[in-house]
């Protein structure tokens, strides 16, 4: 069976979109693919009792556990490629992970590797995409899913979403109305590429 590593630091609500469609859709008989594991780098993430209460696997990499390695980035994404290769998935999924990878990382999973980013890319790439979109009067902002390189937020774009900016939209306002848009393409996007590769 295909398996898809998901990993997460937070909420996991993209996460939980994921295992919710990949059940309705009938990812396991259509594409012999399932979620074999969530990973995150927070012991305290919300999401990892959401995955276990899926019936799934979880697992903890804690990046603070490599705060004294010579090299903490490159050390952490070690440990992270050893959890991850033991399910040999044929897909990574970034959801809401919220750390810079290395070049290392990037290139072990080339072609395996995807992310979603709550912006229109290439605009706001990095953090506080909805306040620098109200910031700078966007009048639509959204979500994109792309493919992941060594380059931040860069690398092609498999699906997008667009929302209106309303007037008065505070931060939370638009996070929320992309969020609704991500749990539509993430999962939408994976199960193109799951079958893509039948
Ligand atoms: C989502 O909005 C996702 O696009 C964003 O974090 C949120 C995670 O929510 N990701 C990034 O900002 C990555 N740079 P979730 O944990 O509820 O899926």
Sequence with gaps: MKKIVILISGGGSNMQAILKTSKERGWSERFDAKVACVISNVQEAKGLQIAKDWGVETEVVAHL???????????FDKELIKA????????????GFMRILTPHFVEHYSGRL???????????????THARAIEMGCHFSGATVHRVTAELDHGAILEQA????????????????????????????IERLLGDEN
């Excluded at 556990?65 to 050390?75: I, Q, Y």
Aim: proline fraction near 9%; glycine fraction near 4%.
């Design 65 to 75: 556990n490599f705060k004294s390695a010579e090299n903490p980035r490159l050390a």
């Design 84 to 95: 991850i290769d033991r399910y040999s998935p044929v897909l990574v999924v970034l959801a």
């Design 114 to 128: 995807i992310n979603i980013h709550p912006s229109l890319l290439p605009a706001f790439t990095g953090l506080h």
């Design 162 to 189: 667009v929302v209106p900016v309303l007037r008065g939209d505070t931060e939370q306002d638009l996070a929320s109305r992309v969020l609704t848009q991500e749990h539509i393409i993430y999962p939408r996007a």
